[in-house]
């Protein structure tokens, strides 16, 4: 038996069999049964949604290392403006950026080619927060 179809309201549904079984030996004789005892549960759908962050978090920094260009990845609960600032290793800030994010995921290019080989801290401030990610810069 193969239970198949397109389920659109979730919920549980009784099943329903009847089975008719047939014996080859003489006299031939047929028996059926009902089984009613078996129910299917269809769940809410579940499936990949775009995601709308309800929060401010750093998700990503790739490569890393880099050698020309950073990606940061982020999420924003809001449209907004978020500052970028990236940081040597004496706290020096070496190049501030503002980037106007959307709601939820955002990817941000960052161009590391006048940036000597180093590690350097990318900080992603709005509204208070403050998020920091390590940057290896690697010109070899």
Partial sequence: MVIYGTPTTAGTYLLSFTLKTFITLSPASVQTDVINYYKIVINTPIGLN????????????????????????????????????????????????????????????????????????CSLESEGKTLTKKLIVSKD
């Avoid at 998700?59 to 924003?76: G, K, V």
């Avoid at 449209?79 to 190049?95: C, D, P, Q």
């Avoid at 503002?98 to 080619?113: A, P, R, Y």
């Fill in 50 to 121: 775009e995601n709308t962050s309800s929060k401010f978090e750093l998700m990503n920094l790739y490569p890393n290392p880099s050698n020309s260009t950073a990606t940061i990845r982020f999420s924003s609960p809001k449209s907004s403006v978020v500052k970028l600032s990236v940081y040597n290793t004496l706290g020096k800030a070496v190049m501030i950026k503002t980037i106007d994010s959307k709601q939820g995921e955002n990817d941000f290019n960052l161009n590391v080619k006048d940036l000597s080989s180093g590690i350097y801290i």
